[in-house]
């Protein structure tokens, strides 16, 4: 008799701060004890092997409170932390390191063959997706990047709604999401200088919007306010507002605002409040994360240890009705659903096939690094146009795809542009 040798995707993880408690940590703990199936793969372990922080501390930690509900993985610290993770035998990384650090370790897990999930936004220049996409290619590999709002199901109706023509033309559109102080003053006070709240969270809208409406992104502005996290007129901003212009193959435009700040009073019930309108040629869709859901109110635990308005759509801890207790929500959906891309790359058919299938998972536009080009893009322009800004410039516009380059920066009063990305975007 043979005992067959079960299947296994093996797990790294960069990067394990307040993302990985909130969605990767539930969905390796499930994994852990379900494996992953499915009828195109079989029967898939998803053991997490190895993670790489920079002290190593908060992971240790982890691991030990945790015990049986989580693999026994290796613990890497310190700056070689990602290269020993990545000699340790995995198949895949997943990088939820802070913005401005995705490129560095997304890159040496590509260059190391394996394949590759990272936080949103995926990097914060065209330059930088250009060598990801180049390098996963490359390698034959997937590269991906997590969007999970574009599987939060309001978001998932209305682009179901634009797909299927009920909504005709969009013509504008606001988004807003207010994050509380303790985020900018505690949980991110590590990297927090020199971000904005925008690269860290309007960027959920700038892909909602590119997947939703699709189009070709023309130009984008942007300001903001700062004193509160830092000096007044210091690199680190309180809030910001961006706007950006669409256009259509049929020759008509769009234009979306998007204001985002993370430094709203830590006791607002909206705690993260997100809300959403866009205007059609026939109609308007409104949407607003509180007025969707929960108001409650505990005597001395609201809003501190309960939050006043849960978000259960993207995370939340049940006692199932047949007594089991889970976490489950669209923020770990999203992370599920692409280690089955994986599996089904790997295990969904015969080897010979296996390019067909990678090729078939690139093709997902939703999550597909190669597909984030003017999510990215709109990243680059709003940090330029704030880096303008902090050094006395404010006001700056940036133009897409015209002659001068693919990305071009205007100053007020200033005669010559700046390229920031040459190709067409
Ligand atoms: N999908 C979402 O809605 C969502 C929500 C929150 C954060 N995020 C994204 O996740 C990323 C991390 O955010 P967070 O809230 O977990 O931040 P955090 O500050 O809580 O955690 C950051 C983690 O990265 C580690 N780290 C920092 N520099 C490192 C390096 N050079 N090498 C290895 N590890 C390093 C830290 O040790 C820490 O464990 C950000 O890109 C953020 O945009 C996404």
Redesign the pocket.
């Known amino acids: 008799m043979t005992t067959k040798q079960p299947l296994a995707l093996r797990a790294g993880m ?10 990767y940590r539930p969905f390796f703990e499930k994994a852990h004890h379900t494996g992953l199936h499915d009828r195109r793969f079989g029967d898939v372990d998803v053991p997490l092997a190895a993670v ?4 190593g501390s ?2 240790e930690k982890y691991r030990d409170g945790a015990g049986e509900r989580i693999h026994c993985f290796q613990s890497f610290a310190g700056d070689d ?2 290269d020993r993770m990545l000699h340790g035998g995995i198949d895949f990384a997943c990088v ?4 401005d ?2 490129f ?2 997304s890159k040496k897990v590509l260059m190391a063959g394996k394949h590759l999930l990272v ?3 995926s990097v914060l220049k065209l330059q930088e997706l250009d060598e990801l996409v180049a390098l996963a290619q490359a390698k034959g590999v997937l590269a991906k990047v ?4 574009l599987l939060d199901p309001d978001h998932k109706k209305l682009r179901t709604f634009v797909h299927d023509g009920v909504f005709q033309h969009i013509n504008n559109g606001y988004c807003s999401l207010l994050e509380p102080k303790q985020i900018s003053g505690a ?2 006070s ?2 927090i200088t020199g971000r904005n709240p925008g690269t ?2 309007a ?2 809208y700038i892909k909602l919007i590119d997947f939703t409406f699709g189009g070709r992104l023309k130009s984008v502005v942007a300001g903001g306010q700062r004193g509160i996290i830092g000096p007044k007129d210091g690199p680190t901003w309180d809030s910001v507002q961006m706007k950006m212009t669409y256009e259509y193959d049929y020759g008509r435009e769009a234009a979306f605002d998007i204001h985002t700040s993370w430094v709203t009073p830590d006791n607002f019930p909206g705690y993260v409040e997100q809300e959403v309108q866009f205007r059609f040629d026939n109609g308007v869709w409104n949407a607003h994360s509180r007025k969707r859901g929960i108001e409650c109110t505990v005597e001395g635990k609201t809003p501190y240890d309960i939050k006043i308005t849960m978000n259960t759509h993207y995370n939340g801890t049940f006692v199932e009705p047949w007594g089991e207790r889970s976490q489950r929500g669209y ?1 770990i959906e999203v992370i599920d659903r692409f280690v089955r891309e994986l599996a089904h790359v790997e295990f969904g058919g015969p080897a010979e096939e296996r390019g067909d299938r990678l090729q078939e998972m690139r093709e997902l536009a939703y999550n597909d690094l190669e597909a984030d080009r003017q999510t990215v893009a709109a990243v680059q322009a709003l940090e330029a146009i704030l880096e303008y800004a902090a050094k006395g410039e404010p006001d700056c516009v940036v133009r897409v795809n015209e002659d001068k380059g693919g990305l071009v920066l205007y100053r007020p009063g200033k005669p010559e542009p700046v390229v920031l990305y040459s190709p067409r975007v």
């Open positions: 960069v990067g394990m701060g307040m993302i990985f408690d909130e969605t790489a922080t920079r002290t908060r992971a932390a990602v939820a390191t802070p913005d650090r995705h560095e370790a936080e949103k936004p997590v969007y999970h709002k949980q991110f590590e990297w860290y969270v960027v959920h923020g």
